[in-house]
């Protein structure tokens, strides 16, 4: 794990006197949070959200902007961005940062190159987490989150241990589902991290509903057919 020293810091915003750096990191954290609230918005506006059961981050820099616990999303303010370092010390605003902190510092610390990381609760992801111990390869979309994607041992929300058990799911994965619990994606950008989210559930959508019809069962893509797949994501400049 990462122990980065940030020595004291105690407030991006108390940097008046700035300089031009201290000014565009200002910018960029400023916009960043906006970004960071639409996002959250959107998981609730597109049903893979129920109140403010997801978290949602997106990191600049060394700081990760993070949604805070227990306030609904319409309420958030500018003023109210809320940042952590790398160790989880806060470093931005005055509310408490989500309680699944420790998953999504586990993502940083684990990928440099990840810069933004949801989670959600979506309700055909989570039923999935309930059934399997992996998403059966049923869509191409499966090769855009790195294969097939696995769920992630069970533990209690908040944890260390959940953490850990996300980070085993997530080996070469940009995406994993949390048994009876819901869903992880991370990209380097938060629109990439969102639409993996939703692509995700779509795909638990698509295998429960073939699954559910009697006396079939769904046709599943090949190892060879994925790698295909994957070949052409990255032709297209996708990162897989
Ligand atoms: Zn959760």
Do not use: F, K
Request: aromatic letters at 4%; charged letters at 20%.
């Amino acid at each position: 794990m990462t122990q980065s020293r940030a020595g004291t810091t105690e407030s991006a915003t108390e940097s008046a006197t700035g300089s031009a750096t201290e000014s565009a990191t200002d910018s960029a954290m400023e916009s960043a949070w906006g970004e960071l609230v639409a996002t959250a918005r959107r998981t609730v506006a597109d049903g893979l959200v129920v109140g403010t059961s997801g978290n949602v981050s997106v990191r600049v820099g060394d700081t990760v902007l993070v949604t805070p616990s227990g306030v609904p999303y319409d309420r958030l303010t500018p003023g109210d961005a809320t940042g952590v370092d790398l160790a989880g010390r806060r470093v931005l605003g005055t509310l408490v940062p989500t309680s699944e902190l420790p998953m999504h510092l586990a993502v940083y610390r684990a990928d440099p190159g990840a810069r933004a990381v949801v989670h959600t609760h979506a309700v055909h992801a989570t039923a999935v987490s309930l059934l399997v111990d992996e998403l059966p390869p049923v869509h191409y979309m499966t090769a855009a989150l790195g294969g097939p994607v696995r769920v992630a041992r069970y533990a209690a929300y908040g944890t260390d241990e959940l953490a850990r058990a996300m980070l085993d799911a997530l080996a070469d994965r940009t995406g994993c589902l949390l048994r009876n619990h819901g869903t992880v994606t991370y990209g380097t950008s938060l629109d990439q991290a969102y639409d993996r989210t939703a692509q995700l559930e779509w795909m638990c959508r698509l295998w429960l509903t073939a699954s559910s019809v009697p006396g079939h069962s769904p046709s599943l893509l090949t190892p060879d057919q994925l790698a295909e797949v994957a070949e052409r994501l990255r032709g297209y400049g996708q990162h897989g």
